[in-house]
């Protein structure tokens, strides 16, 4: 397994930024898609962005479109969420997590698609 850490999490107004980091330390996750979800208080952990193994192929969901991105660096051993225009109900805890294979397509907004999860950051925005 490929153990995950998160940081970049914190308190921000609505229509400001943050930028999240997910690391692998001593480990590599190149050949591996990757994505972030989140856990909103109350409600089950949502999908939020995926990328493919080499950057090439990325995948939103529909509420972040436009106003986040995903990127990553395999020489880094380092996955990015970049998060602007952020709103209140982008309160999440936000976690990282490595994919079983290589980009899937019909299962890859899935969260049993992964199977290596990161503890999860903070995210909360006020309005």
């Known amino acids: 397994q490929v153990q995950l850490v998160e940081s970049g999490g914190g308190l921000a107004q609505a229509g400001n930024s943050l930028r999240l980091t997910c690391a692998a330390p001593?480990?590599?996750?190149?050949?591996?898609?990757m994505a972030w979800f989140r856990r909103a208080p109350g409600k089950d952990r949502e999908f939020v962005a995926a990328?493919?193994?080499?950057?090439?192929?990325?995948l939103y969901q529909d509420s972040v479109e436009g106003r986040f991105t995903i990127s990553r660096d395999n020489a880094d051993n380092t996955m990015t969420l970049q998060m602007n225009s952020l709103k209140p109900e982008d309160t999440a805890v936000y976690h990282c997590?490595?994919?079983?294979?290589?980009?899937?397509?019909?299962?890859?907004?899935?969260?049993?698609?992964?199977?290596?999860w990161g503890q999860g950051t903070q995210v909360t925005v006020s309005s």
């Open positions: 997590a490595a994919g079983r294979s290589s980009w899937k397509e019909a299962v890859i907004n899935s969260r049993g698609f992964y199977n290596n």
């Open positions: 990328i493919s193994r080499s950057g090439g192929r990325t």
């Open positions: 001593g480990r590599t996750f190149g050949d591996l898609a």
